[in-house]
């Protein structure tokens, strides 16, 4: 089980900056609203640029600094997406703004309160989660107006929703064997393939 987390963790990061290329060459094709897409993979391949590239090039041992900002940016990224598609008003930027620099320096403010960014992790996914179940529940009304990131939305509901229970119960992953963890994590990994593939297949059928 080892083996297949590490092929899958493999194959998300591959399949991320596949999606990425397609998204930065298709972008005149994507509507205002659909940009958002981009934007998300372009923030997560941000991190995982950090976090595989740079951060080893420098000789950082530790990339743990980057979970706020992780969690911050997927945030602001994936709200950002439904708040466009539901035309919502600009003032929800504002909210989902400062909910992003919350996430981004909560640990550190509520250090005393025992915070931690799983707290983060969880609440920005609940957040993310409503929204998202919201526009879906639009899509089913509209049936006229379908829009070609559905599936994909579907899968940003489904991966989000399970990301809040691996998230919650990994500081008790620690104890498992490697094995162990690993059959649990792997869950997580397969998600994120589906995530990343469903958007490449989106993007190459989009037109003008």
């Known amino acids: 089980m080892g083996?297949?987390?590490?092929?899958?963790g493999q194959l998300s990061v591959v399949l991320l900056f596949i999606a990425l290329i397609i998204g930065i060459v298709k972008f005149g094709v994507f509507t205002k609203n659909e940009k958002w897409y981009i934007y998300y993979i372009i923030f997560i391949a941000f991190i995982e640029s950090n976090s595989y590239i740079f951060i080893?090039?420098?000789?950082?041992?530790?990339?743990?600094f980057l979970?706020?900002?992780?969690?911050a940016g997927e945030f602001f990224t994936v709200t950002g997406?439904?708040?466009?598609?539901?035309?919502?008003?600009?003032?929800?930027?504002?909210?989902?703004?400062?909910l992003s620099l919350f996430f981004l320096t909560a640990d550190r403010i509520l250090a005393q309160h025992q915070y931690n960014n799983d707290y983060s992790k969880a609440i920005s996914n609940i957040i993310m989660i409503s929204l998202i179940s919201y526009s879906l529940i639009q899509d089913i009304?509209?049936?006229?107006?379908?829009?070609?990131?559905?599936?994909?939305?579907k899968m940003f509901f489904l991966y989000f929703t399970?990301?809040?229970?691996?998230?919650?119960?990994?500081?008790?992953?620690?104890?498992?064997?490697?094995?162990?963890?690993?059959?649990?994590?792997?869950?997580?990994?397969?998600?994120?393939?589906?995530?990343?593939?469903?958007?490449?297949k989106t993007f190459l059928q989009l037109k003008k």
Do not use: E, R
């Open 56 to 64: 080893p090039l420098f000789g950082i041992k530790s990339n743990i």
């Open 81 to 98: 997406i439904f708040i466009k598609k539901l035309n919502l008003s600009k003032k929800s930027f504002i909210v989902t703004g400062l």
């Open 3 to 8: 083996t297949l987390y590490d092929i899958l």
């Open 162 to 200: 399970v990301s809040i229970f691996m998230f919650l119960i990994q500081n008790q992953l620690i104890f498992l064997s490697k094995d162990q963890f690993a059959t649990v994590w792997v869950i997580n990994n397969l998600l994120v393939c589906i995530v990343y593939a469903l958007l490449i």
């Open 141 to 153: 009304k509209n049936v006229k107006t379908k829009s070609p990131f559905q599936l994909n939305d």
């Open 67 to 71: 979970y706020p900002v992780y969690i």
